[in-house]
């Protein structure tokens, strides 16, 4: 166990710096005003889109944001929902980019809509697999279960530039539309800067248990 953290150490401590980044960027620009709430930025931009079908929430939770590509529902977190904010214009702007990827069918995103059940039970198959494999000294069980932890994985790195590209969209709408200034401009920046350093973390950190599994259970998939 001590072993698997301190291999995993690099990805732990870039996801404390990220998590931190996020908070202390989050924070400094709920400081700062903007001419529309979350709420209203997000129908602003995708009534400009056309995307009038795509309806806004308000859920529980402190940034528990997110589109819903299943329902075409954008929910936003209470804060978001209602503070006239560079950062909540921000983050609402981010989930509005992944309503319009979806309205465009932007392939990377139909991929990652298409992995999400392998990402939610690869993992959990996966530590069945890997036990049962070294129970029963299984190089085939083994693999396979290193496998199965690797969807997570592969999810992940596809996840990548659909966030980026929503923060892109994110970024440049805010601004063209007049939504934030340029005070406001560097606050949303540094928002989704920092949030962006999350999911790159998150998959240094999934990558890293997969070389541990292979490293670890390498000998014994090995044998014959």
């Known amino acids: 166990m001590l072993t698997y953290f301190l291999f995993l150490s690099p990805a732990i401590l870039l996801m404390g710096w990220a ?3 996020v908070r202390s960027a989050y924070a400094a620009a709920s400081r700062v005003p903007a001419s529309l709430s979350g709420a209203a930025a997000a129908r602003y931009i995708l009534d400009l889109a056309g995307c009038h079908d795509v309806e806004i929430e308000e859920t529980q939770g402190t940034l528990s944001d997110h ?3 299943s329902h075409c529902v954008l929910r936003l977190s209470q804060d ?3 503070s006239h904010s560079a950062a909540a214009v921000g983050i609402a702007a981010h989930e509005a980019g992944h309503a319009l990827q979806h309205a465009k069918n932007y392939m990377p995103l139909v991929v990652r809509n298409a992995a999400v059940p392998a990402a939610q039970f690869g993992p959990i198959a996966s530590m069945v697999l890997l036990f049962v494999g070294a129970l029963m000294s299984s190089p085939g069980l083994i693999l396979l279960g290193i496998a199965a932890y690797g969807a997570l994985l592969v999810f992940q790195l596809v ?3 659909v966030e980026f590209d929503a923060s892109n969209r994110a970024k ?5 539309l007049n939504i934030v200034d340029g005070q406001g401009t560097l606050a949303v920046n540094g928002v ?3 949030a962006a350093w999350t999911y790159v973390a998150a998959s240094l950190q999934t990558l890293s248990t ?3 599994y292979l490293m670890h259970f390498g000998g014994l998939s090995s044998d014959d």
């Open 19 to 21: 998590q931190y980044r």
């Open 67 to 69: 589109y819903d590509p």
């Open 80 to 82: 978001v929902y209602h």
């Open 159 to 161: 996840n990548l530039p």
């Open 172 to 176: 440049r709408l805010v601004r063209e």
């Open 192 to 194: 989704l800067n920092a």
């Open 210 to 212: 997969v070389l541990f």
